[in-house]
């Protein structure tokens, strides 16, 4: 089943606890890019990575958060997000303890800070 916007959009602002500002200083340094997959296209940039500067688009264009500015493009990537982190934070406890690790890392990708929650 797939879920409503509306639960999209809460579920979305109540899982991504980095800022914009965060987010872009965490995808600059390295080890935001030693985690996750490689896209499939030879950049060598991650899914996760790719994803987090999605994210930041989201958030910059939409500080407020209001509900009617989000446009499909924006829904789809942030239904992403919410199933990725959802299914990452119930898998994977390591990424509390653990800021080496990369289910940490692959999680800041997609602007949750475990350490934050």
Not at 38 to 48: I, P, R
Not at 59 to 65: G, H, R
Request: net charge negative; charged share 40%.
């Amino acid at each position: 089943m797939v879920k409503d916007n509306e639960t999209v959009i809460k579920e979305f602002n109540e899982l991504i606890n980095m800022t914009s500002s965060e987010l872009k200083e965490w995808l600059k340094e390295e080890q935001s890019e030693s985690s996750g997959w490689d896209k499939s296209d030879g950049s060598g940039e991650t899914v996760g990575h790719e994803s987090g500067r999605k994210i930041i688009q989201i958030l910059e264009k939409n500080p407020d958060k209001n509900p009617d500015q989000y446009d499909e493009d924006d829904l789809q990537h942030m239904r992403k997000v919410v199933s990725y982190c959802k299914r990452h934070l119930a898998q994977e406890e390591k990424a509390k303890q653990d800021t080496d690790s990369k289910s940490y890392k692959s999680l800041k990708n997609w602007g949750h800070d475990p350490l934050k929650t």
